[in-house]
Every structure is written in C-alpha cells, then in structure tokens.
C-alpha cells in the first residue's frame, strides 16, 4: 500500500495542474477541483501542492 501511494506520488509530479485536476475529478466526479467550481462553492482555486496531497 505505502509502495503504491509512493508511485502515484511520483507520477503525480510530472502531471500539469490541468491534467492532475483532469486525473481527480476523473477520480471523484463528485470533488470540487475545477476552477470555475472551486470559486464558486470555495473562494479559491486548488493549487498543484494541493491537488498532488489529494491523490
């Protein structure tokens, strides 16, 4: 299981924001990672750091 997360970590590293937040809400079609939604359900937008923390 920790093998697994350490992979998904290092692959995550080389994603793009826009494809990591492709990859989550993929993932979670329930999350709130896009822009737009982020705004207007949070305030803010998802930075790199924290959408790599919530793979």
């Keep these: 299981m920790i093998y697994q997360k350490i992979s998904l970590l290092k692959r995550s590293i080389k994603l793009s924001r ?9 993932n979670d ?3 709130i990672y896009r822009d737009e939604d982020s705004l207007n ?3 803010n937008v998802m930075t790199l750091e924290e959408g790599r923390g919530r793979l």
């Design 18 to 26: 826009e494809e990591l937040i492709d990859r989550l809400c993929w």
């Design 29 to 31: 079609p329930n999350g």
């Design 41 to 43: 359900e949070l305030g």
